[in-house]
T-cell receptor, first 113, second 115 residues
Framework: DTEVTQTPKHLVMGMTNKKSLKCEQH?????MYWYKQKAKKPPELMFV???????INESVPSRFSPECPNSSLLNLHLHALQPEDSALYLC????????????FGPGTRLLVL | AQKITQTQPGMFVQEKEAVTLDCTYD???????LFWYKQPSSGEMIFLIY??????QNATEGRYSLNFQKARKSANLVISASQLGDSAMYFC????????????FGKGTKLSVKP
């Protein structure tokens, strides 16, 4: 089983709202990622969690706040977003095997009005 | 500098024919991994195939095979017997050794399969 789940699938929010994206995996992977993807572009890395600790923050604005409550769960808290933050947000987890393959969830399509 | 290049923004292929999607990479690391992902319009990134830099044989997974030419730094994806469901964006990606598994993506190739 290589399933990563993400909720919600779609999210519309105003610039003053607070919302959260959720990502879950039960494959025993110890590294999890958040990516942002704009239309017709490759994914851009935002955050990496390794063993539940934030190991990489790719200079992401503070209006995005990641959280890793346990090894299976990853959240992305959103506050005071801008319209340019509208994008597909992808979560991934990394296999500990030799290939270190990243498995992605279905994504959350976010629209900021 | 680490880089992945996909030179074909769009490709068309007739159903049931084979198609090759090009990918070249640039790295000075001796240890790296190469991946192909498929992204349909629904958005999910689907892992297709992996090739390690020390693997002697080309990787194969069902209808997908990776034509790995290390000296030329190319890792082309070959899809045999194309199906309508293969229409999607395809991304080539590279993982550097010791980089926490972080991936560098190419710009992608949009494949359209014609009936």
């Amino acid at each position: 089983d290589t399933e990563v789940t993400q909720t919600p699938k779609h999210l519309v929010m105003g610039m003053t709202n607070k919302k959260s994206l959720k990502c879950e995996q039960h494959m025993g992977h110890r590294a999890m990622y958040w990516y942002k993807q704009k239309a017709k572009k490759p994914p851009e890395l935002m955050f990496v969690y390794s063993y539940e600790k934030l190991s990489i923050n790719e200079s992401v604005p503070s209006r995005f706040s990641p959280e890793c409550p346990n090894s299976s769960l990853l959240n992305l808290h959103l506050h005071a977003l801008q319209p340019e933050d509208s994008a597909l947000y992808l979560c991934a987890s990394r296999d500990r095997g030799g290939s270190e393959t990243q498995y992605f969830g279905p994504g959350t399509r976010l629209l900021v009005l | 500098a680490q880089k992945i290049t996909q030179t074909q923004p769009g490709m068309f292929v007739q159903e049931k024919e084979a198609v090759t999607l090009d990918c070249t990479y640039d790295t000075s690391d001796p240890s790296y991994g190469l991946f192909w992902y498929k992204q349909p319009s629904s958005g999910e990134m689907i892992f297709l195939i992996y090739q390690g830099s020390y693997d002697q044989q080309n990787a194969t997974e069902g209808r997908y095979s990776l034509n790995f030419q290390k000296a030329r730094k190319s890792a082309n994806l070959v899809i045999s017997a194309s199906q309508l469901g293969d229409s999607a964006m395809y991304f080539c990606a590279m993982r550097r050794g010791g980089s926490q598994g972080n991936l560098i993506f190419g710009k992608g190739t949009k494949l359209s399969v014609k009936p």
